[in-house]
């Protein structure tokens, strides 16, 4: 760590205080399944089940009620807008006021926003502006809940890497069972029901939160400008090789390789084969990463960030498949391997993370991680079309298939990327 940044948090002098987990007591709590993270993987899975929700429920809403593809594209970047702006203040305020509390108020702002939506699609929507505005809300409440989402979990459980392959693995399930409850109760004409759910879920989200039973540790100091704050976060970010150079890879593969395959996939597949099949092949995904974070909880390697890397190696075979006309079952089967290279590598990054930068700036770093890497796949995504049109289908899912090899081999060269330790287990 650089001197200045490790003087700056050493001189930390602050009536705030951030939530830690107390020290051990001679019989400590189970290593993954505390009371703490008991209640934390209830909020985590309620909020990840209405988020996965929404952009399916708002699209498929907007279209069955008359609106064109427009509006619903309009819906969904007053959604994702906010998110991808604002994540980085998430961090700051995360550390400036409790991570706990943040996401207590975020979750509260969701519900608010989620009983207004659902108010509005059953009795119709007036004005498309009142629509957009809910969603800014939405959008803008994730962004202050993500960063403490990351930094709560080595306060709640000791086994930090068993705990990210639970969540992870929750988070697989709730991303396969979301959708699709959404889009079942949107063909029944039940849209503002799908809001109900989903206010219902962040209200115990925030109950489960609220009754966290957790330790302190110094704020930032008081009187720091919100913009020193993120300057101190970015020199925190920065001091981490490992940490700046992973994102920098991803951000070219989120552009080149992940950001355009959705789209690209669906333009081959669902004319193909049709839109069930596209959906299958896509729910093998979620299955794949579901068994990479089970594998999570218990693999332990010395190298997280290898061993991670090597995994992700899986990703190309999907990609690759299309372009060679691989069947559906054959297709699935690959989209299987590259969910189980997703979820491992997923929960030996969070880990990395978590572990390996101090819980005072946690937060606003991994604010700056999501911002960097997350906040490009739309990049990708928007620039699918023109693509296509330049290269062809098959050029740009073979660019993403060369990417995605590259990147994980770039992850394995990379000396401090590869050479990263794990943090032992907290006794």
Known sequence: MDDHVADHIAGATSAQVQDRPAEPSPNAEPAIWSRNFRYYFTARSAGLLSWAMLPVAVSAGLLSSGYGLGTAGYAMAFLVGPFAG???????????????????????????AHALLAFLFIHGIDHLWQLYALLVVAGTANAMFQPGASSTVPLVARDVQGANGVLR???????????????????????????????????????????????????????????????????????????????????????????????????????????????????????????????????????????????????????????????????????????????????MWATSVQTQVPGEVLNRVHAYEVAGSVGMYPIGSALAGPAV???????????????????????????????????????
């Open 86 to 112: 604002l994540v980085l203040f998430g961090g700051v305020l995360a550390d400036r006021f409790t991570a706990r509390r943040m996401m207590i108020i975020a979750d509260l702002s969701n519900l608010t």
């Open 169 to 347: 693995t929750s988070e697989a399930v709730t991303g396969l069972g979301g959708p699709a409850l959404a889009g079942a109760m949107v063909g029944f004409g039940a849209t503002g029901w799908v809001m109900v759910i989903s206010a219902v879920a962040y209200g115990t989200s925030a109950t489960c939160l609220f009754a966290l039973r957790l330790g302190v540790v110094p704020a930032p100091p008081a009187g720091e400008s919100l913009w020193r704050n993120l300057a101190v976060g970015w020199q925190e970010f920065r001091a981490r090789s490992w940490l700046w150079g992973v994102i920098v890879i991803w951000m070219f593969y989120a552009v080149l390789s992940w950001g355009p395959q959705l789209s690209v996939a669906a333009g081959v597949i669902v004319p193909e084969h049709g839109a069930t099949a596209f959906g299958l092949i896509n729910c093998a995904l979620g299955g794949g990463t579901v068994l990479g974070g089970l594998l999570g909880i218990r693999y332990k390697p010395a190298r997280p960030l290898a061993a991670g890397a090597v995994a992700m190696l899986a990703y190309p075979l999907y990609p690759l498949g299309i372009v060679l006309g691989w069947p559906v079952w054959l297709l699935a089967a690959a989209q299987v391997v590259v969910g189980f290279g997703i979820g491992v590598w997923g929960v």
């Open 389 to 427: 049109g330049a290269f062809g289908t098959d050029g740009v899912l073979l660019v993403g298939v060369v990417v995605a090899f590259l990147t994980a081999t770039a992850l394995l060269v990379a000396r401090p990327i590869r050479t990263l330790g794990r943090v032992p287990i907290r006794a």
